[in-house]
């Protein structure tokens, strides 16, 4: 254990933090160990990682000092923001920032930043096609991610930027699953038309991140562009049907309908799904499925994540 490289994972109770603790922990002949960054040392998530006999050190991405406490001796970082917790993109950007400086100051020698694109560069501002939100962005949680990038660029630290997908597990926590229109039919509704979605299963991406880490210098100073599966709301309807046994279609929407829906962030979620629609081929070119299975040979295609996970999926 004491010579092992130490990963410090900011997230490390969540999705993507929690899927790279895993990886390394399941990973028996593993270089590295695991250090998990938690608000709360006590909650029964950081506790359940003690357990496993992870480090648990606590640090908040609103506080630079903390992080740099957590980052001090580890070799790697594992860096990402939670947008879905204040949906604000400026504070986004700082908590960004705040880890970009932090791994630059206590020496990290690789850090791993999970991103996406700033979408402005293909629909500026100034394009009507979709509201601008907030001011300045066509899509807050990306363009805040895609901003933030240059505050690792610039940080010193060797870095890799992770763009990573649409988790299917939307679909059993996100509130996106199927669900039952005015007919009493089972549907999932996205404003996607006939386009390919990119999507991964959450713990793949801390998985893959796992492989960027293992692969030494190779990815250091690269963006990678991650998925498990590129499919339309109509194959995922399918997978849906044949995965339960219960007939779900797919209900096809216009985005402005989808930016009306009453849940936070119906806006910035429904020009998410316009960008990735009107961009389909730069956004899924962007994204390369043999690559992310070369780094996580356990990944997960979206049939798959559906076996895996038909107990949990409401129908
Ligand atoms: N949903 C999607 O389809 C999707 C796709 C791509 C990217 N993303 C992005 O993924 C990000 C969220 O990652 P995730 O899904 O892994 O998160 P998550 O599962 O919601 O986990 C968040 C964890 O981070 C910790 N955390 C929250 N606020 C923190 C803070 N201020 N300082 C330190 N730790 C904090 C919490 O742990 P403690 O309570 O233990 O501190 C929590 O367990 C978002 O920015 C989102 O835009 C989402």
């Known amino acids: 254990m004491e010579n092992k490289k130490i990963i410090a994972v900011v997230g490390a109770t969540g999705a993507q933090g929690g899927g790279l603790v895993q990886a390394i922990l399941n990973d028996k002949d593993s270089e590295f160990a695991v250090r998990a960054i938690?608000?709360?040392?006590?909650?029964d998530k950081a506790k359940a990682l003690k357990e496993q006999g992870v480090e648990i050190v606590?640090?908040?991405?609103d506080d630079k000092k903390s992080l740099i406490k957590a980052f001090e001796g580890a070799y790697g970082a594992f860096c990402v923001t939670f947008f879905w917790e204040h949906f604000s993109p400026e504070k986004e950007k700082q908590h960004a920032k705040n880890m970009a400086e932090a791994a630059a100051e206590a020496g990290i020698q690789h850090v791993i930043w999970s991103t996406l694109e700033d979408t402005r560069k293909w629909i500026s501002i100034n394009d009507n096609r979709m509201p601008t939100l907030q001011g300045i962005y066509k899509v807050p949680h990306f363009d805040a991610k895609g901003e933030s990038n240059i505050h690792f660029k610039n940080s010193g630290v060797p870095y890799t930027l992770l763009n990573t997908s649409f988790y299917w597990d939307n679909f059993i926590y996100f509130g996106l699953g199927?669900?039952?229109?005015?007919?009493?039919?089972?549907?999932?509704?996205?404003?996607?038309?006939?386009?390919?979605?990119?999507?991964?299963?959450?713990?793949?991406?801390?998985?893959?991140a796992n492989g960027i880490f293992k692969a030494g210098d190779k990815y250091k100073g690269k963006t990678l562009g991650i998925a498990g599966g590129k499919l339309t709301g109509k194959q995922m309807a399918e997978g849906f049907s044949k995965t339960t046994g219960v007939e779900v279609a797919y209900n096809?929407?216009?985005?402005?309908?989808?930016?009306?829906f009453e849940f936070p962030g119906a806006d910035d979620m429904g020009n998410m799904f316009q960008f990735k629609a009107d961009f389909e081929k730069e956004y899924c070119d962007a994204r390369d499925i043999d690559l992310t299975r070369k780094l996580n040979p356990e990944l997960l295609s979206f049939d798959d994540w559906l076996e895996k996970n038909k107990e949990k999926i409401k129908v």
Not at 252 to 260: H, K, S
């Open 38 to 43: 938690t608000r709360n040392t006590n909650s």
């Open 252 to 260: 096809d929407v216009p985005p402005e309908v989808y930016r009306g």
């Open 58 to 61: 606590e640090a908040d991405v």
């Open 178 to 208: 199927p669900q039952k229109g005015p007919d009493g039919k089972l549907a999932i509704t996205l404003p996607m038309q006939d386009k390919k979605l990119p999507g991964i299963a959450s713990e793949d991406i801390g998985k893959v």
